[in-house]
């Protein structure tokens, strides 16, 4: 074989093997099982982990959960690509939300990002996406700063809500005109459920799902994820 074409052969092969993991084919949708509530979980570059996985732990565990309608879990984001989050892990989003036909979303999780108080909340495409899934959406819940973004998008307007204890002075200052609670777990408001976030994610999910089926499903719940649960004994405020 002539030197040349070989050399390119080889040359093409290694090329193709090293394009960065954004341009590869990165695998088929989920599939999303008939007459259970689809649950999207909003992720970016500088997620945080646990306020991702703590929901997605609880909602996707009411599988194995029996005599209910359980739950679709599944991340949107705004790429294709691989999605790192702020501790290092990589994700695959499994739809983009700007380009491919998402299922209705019933409930929509929007964790802790780490620009989720400066540059996040310019991205216009994000916000309208939001507010998209909002107008149909049983539950929009936030973990964390994930209320900055939902109060940017307009959606906590007359609602009252909590954030992350840290930045609860900074989302007053920002949206001086929000009720934002202090010394307070979760708030419940229509169908907003912010949360502190952090390990308390556990709690505002588990919260969640004893809204929706029950006190005895939510202990099995917590059971299953060796989480001590007890409404009463979180600080928290549901507006009637």
Aim: net charge negative; charged share 20%.
């Amino acid at each position: 074989m002539n030197k040349f074409i070989l050399l390119l052969i080889i040359t093409s092969t290694i090329f193709s093997c090293t394009q960065p993991i954004e341009k590869q084919n990165l695998g088929t949708k989920p599939t999303l099982v008939d007459n259970r509530y689809n649950v999207a979980f909003l992720i970016m570059d500088g997620v945080y982990n646990t306020e991702l996985t703590a929901p997605y732990d609880i909602f996707q565990h009411t599988i194995f959960r029996k005599g209910i309608k359980p739950m679709n879990v599944f991340t949107v984001a705004n790429t294709n690509g691989v999605i790192t989050s702020f501790e290092g892990m990589r994700l695959i989003p499994d739809y983009n939300y700007l380009k491919d036909e998402l299922p209705k979303i019933d409930i929509l999780v929007i964790p802790s990002a780490e620009h989720h108080l400066d540059t996040d909340l310019e991205d216009t495409k994000m916000l309208d996406f939001i507010k998209r899934v909002d107008k149909e959406a049983m539950y929009m819940t936030s973990h964390c700063d994930g209320a900055f973004v939902l109060a940017k998008a307009g959606l906590l307007d007359g609602i009252e809500s909590t954030t992350f204890p840290g930045d609860i002075e900074a989302m007053r200052k920002m949206f001086p005109h929000l009720t934002v609670h202090e010394d307070v777990l979760f708030v419940h408001d229509g169908k907003y459920i912010t949360s502190a976030g952090g390990a308390k994610s556990f709690e505002a999910s588990l919260y969640l799902t004893e809204v929706m089926y029950g006190k005895a499903v939510a202990n099995k719940l917590a059971k299953g994820l060796v989480i001590d649960w007890e409404l009463g004994s979180v600080p928290h405020l549901i507006k009637k």
